[in-house]
């Protein structure tokens, strides 16, 4: 059974993991994500670092609107300034890829803040309405801007290198991929566990009354969107040295609603949350179709005549957790949790 | 000289100059004036609809009024707005609760503290040095001073919205407290409480005022508590002051009493705690 640990001082108390079982589970965590890509195929680690990606972009999200409560939908687009202006540096100022990535992080934050101004005034579906606004915007530079973009057609970057080798393949992009989406879950831990974090939630529950309490609105609502952006940015950034091919077709709205839809399916409010509706939604498309082309030899036009079916499936799978079970992935684990508490005495 | 320095220290700690607030065609603050005494409990009471929140929003510097002026601390603070106001010792609780439900009491009681904190973003992302530090200190303060001090312990983890009526108002003085007052203005702070609660909110007021020196202005139905713990008395009615002294000055007052049994929206606790000071 576990034992209460007396808490001793209140730096203990105020830890990320309070007990050593919290610390054994994140340990073994780890060394999984350490191995993993010594086991596995090029293909699951091309999904992994789909995945990597896509928790960087979500906790980013969460944070906005998880945690402030501003609702976005152009965070694909500030993606897209990530990795164009990756690219940009990479090509033009042959700048490295651990350089060009938090350049990319920067550049959308500048973007993102300043398509979060409307924000001190609209709320809602208002500011959803000019966020997606500033998608189009965006998109249609992206479009026309061809001297940095490269149009319609997009444009190609050279692979990241490291030590004179070049990073190539998913299991090369998984060193530069993983370590930025841990880095950015534990920064987003972090942010929640100081005054920062604290004035988001206070904006997101009641922001009339956080202003009572000297939270100056302007100041965390701009705050929000540029680190928000500043991750989409990164994970824009990776995305590019991931595959080494942008077109505006890649950012477009649909994908920042794909965002939304993750941290809610992963639980709005959590760090967890936004992990685990990055991992569900970058996955259960692709095991849908590994699924259908498993019947490939029974039936052989199964992945062509199925794949209707599987977008539907998917749908239907985020419908129902709209429906049965609104506080998200992160709410079943919690009561997994919970059961397994006393485990193995009592379960 | 000497004079002159006595004179300082009654100075009063707020003074607000003929302020007047208009929603639209209705004036729920008509040229209201008045000084609050430093070191004191200053009450004001009236019938509902008096404009006494109304009068606290536009203090704290949400309500922007149309004329008239608020000093604090000698201070003209009258275009500025409510963040800086907090951050200069403006502390208020609120009629309706409005506290952070879905977090715990202790993070409630940390979002006073805001305007005091240093950390940054940057800063507050790697969690190291000073945000930890600034962190844990202001942790052992909330446990040592408030926490302690409220008779909180048991529920510091509790989330809020899961706490009873009366330990909520409790946690909203808290984080009050942790605000750093200069001036802790209270908007009904024992509503709906019976009279165990009540008396030992009453015991946490004059505490704050004599411990921690915090001047205290409190909106209050309760006449009986009123007449307990203030040491002055304004009271608003239809938006303008129809009167102001000691408790003993304002309970003999006659406009008072009709202010009070003329309005017919008043409570019955109301209509009780009249009758109980006319009978005292
Ligand atoms: N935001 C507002 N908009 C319109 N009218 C308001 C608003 N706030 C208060 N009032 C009106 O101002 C008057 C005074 O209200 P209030 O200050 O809440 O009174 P009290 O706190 O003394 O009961 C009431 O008539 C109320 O309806
Ligand atoms: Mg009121």
Same mark, same amino acid.
Request: charged share 20%; with cysteine; hydrophobic share 50%.
């Given at each position: ?19 050593? %079982? ?31 990606? *896509?928790?960087?972009?979500?906790? #980013?999200?969460?944070?906005? $609107?998880?945690?402030?409560? !501003?609702?976005?939908? #152009? ?9 164009? $202006?990756?690219?940009?540096?990479? *090509? ?29 005034? %609209? ?20 479009? *026309? ?10 444009? $190609?970057?050279? =692979? ?33 566990? $100081? ?17 009572? +309490? ?62 685990? #509706? ?18 490939? =030899? ?9 794949? =209707?079916? @599987? ?14 079970? =609104?506080?998200? !992935? *992160? ?10 508490? +006393?485990?193995?005495? @009592?379960? | ?280």
């Amino acid at each position: 059974m576990r034992i209460g640990s007396a808490k001793q001082t209140y730096a203990a108390d105020e830890a990320i993991f309070k007990t050593d %079982v919290q610390r054994l589970w994140f340990g073994l965590l780890a060394l999984a994500l350490i191995l993993f890509p010594f086991v596995s195929s090029d293909y699951w680690q091309l999904l992994a670092c789909l995945i990597a990606v *896509n928790v960087i972009a979500a906790t #980013g999200v969460m944070i906005l $609107t998880g945690f402030t409560g !501003l609702v976005s939908l #152009g965070h694909a687009a500030f993606m897209g300034v990530g990795a164009y $202006t990756a690219a940009y540096l990479s *090509n033009h100022l042959a700048l490295p890829f651990w350089l060009s990535i938090p350049a990319g992080g920067f550049a959308a934050a500048a973007v993102g803040a300043v398509f979060g101004i409307p924000s001190l005034r %609209v709320k809602g579906l208002y500011l959803a309405l000019t966020t997606i606004a500033a998608s189009f915007i965006l998109q249609s530079i992206f479009f *026309n801007w061809t001297a940095v973009t490269g149009g319609a057609r997009g444009l $190609t970057i050279e =692979p990241a290198s490291m030590f004179g080798h070049l990073l190539v393949t998913p299991g090369a992009i998984y060193w530069i991929a993983m370590p930025i989406a841990a880095l950015s879950v534990w920064w987003a831990r972090n942010l929640l566990r $100081t005054r920062v974090g604290r004035a988001f939630i206070a904006i997101r529950d009641r922001d009339v009354s956080a202003e009572l +309490l000297g939270i100056d609105l302007l100041r965390y609502k701009l705050m929000s969107f540029a680190l928000a952006s500043f991750y989409a940015g990164m994970a824009g950034a990776v995305w590019v040295y991931l595959f080494r091919v942008i077109t505006p077709e890649s950012f477009r709205l649909i994908e920042s609603i794909f965002f939304v839809a993750a941290i809610i399916v992963g639980g709005l409010g959590s760090v967890r949350g936004a992990i685990f #509706g990055a991992v569900f939604m970058t996955l259960v498309p692709e095991l849908l179709k590994i699924g259908a082309s498993d019947l490939a =030899p029974y039936w052989p036009d199964a992945v062509k005549l199925l794949s =209707p079916v @599987r977008t539907i499936v998917f749908g239907a799978l985020i419908v129902g957790f709209l429906m049965f079970e =609104p506080l998200g !992935l *992160n709410e079943i684990w919690l009561r997994i949790r919970q059961r397994f508490a +006393l485990w193995p005495f @009592r379960t | 000289m000497i004079e002159e320095a006595d004179a300082r220290v009654d100075a009063p700690i707020l003074q607000v100059e003929a302020i007047s607030l208009a929603f639209g065609g209705l004036n729920a603050l008509r040229n209201v004036s008045l000084d609050v005494v430093p070191g004191c409990i200053t009450a004001l009471v009236g019938p509902n609809g008096a404009g006494k929140t109304s009068l606290f929003n536009a203090i704290s510097g949400f309500y922007r009024p149309q004329s008239g002026r608020v000093f604090f601390e000698g201070r003209d603070i009258t275009r500025l707005s409510a963040p800086p106001r907090a951050k200069i010792g403006l502390a208020r609780t609120f009629q309706n609760i409005a506290l952070f439900r879905g977090l715990t009491v202790l993070d409630n009681i940390k979002l006073g503290r805001h305007a005091h904190l240093r950390t940054s973003l940057v800063e507050a992302l790697f969690y190291y040095g000073r945000p930890q530090r600034e962190e844990i200190e202001l942790r052992a303060e909330i446990e040592q001073r408030i926490i302690d001090f409220l008779e909180i312990d048991h529920i510091r983890h509790a989330p809020v919205g899961a706490l009873p009526y009366g330990l909520q108002k409790r946690v909203e003085l808290a984080r009050a407290l942790a605000m750093k007052p200069r001036l802790l203005m209270l908007d009904e702070p024992v509503a709906g409480m019976n009279r165990e609660e009540t008396e030992d909110m009453a015991r946490f007021i004059l505490d704050v005022r004599d411990e921690w020196g915090v001047t205290i202005l409190i909106v209050e139905h309760d006449m009986r508590l009123v007449m307990d713990i203030s040491d002055h008395v304004i009271v608003l009615n239809f938006g303008e002051v129809i009167a102001r002294g000691v408790p003993a000055e304002v309970q003999k007052n006659e406009e008072v009493a009709k202010a009070y049994l003329g309005s017919g929206e008043i409570g019955s606790q109301v209509r009780q705690s009249v009758t109980e000071m006319a009978a005292s």
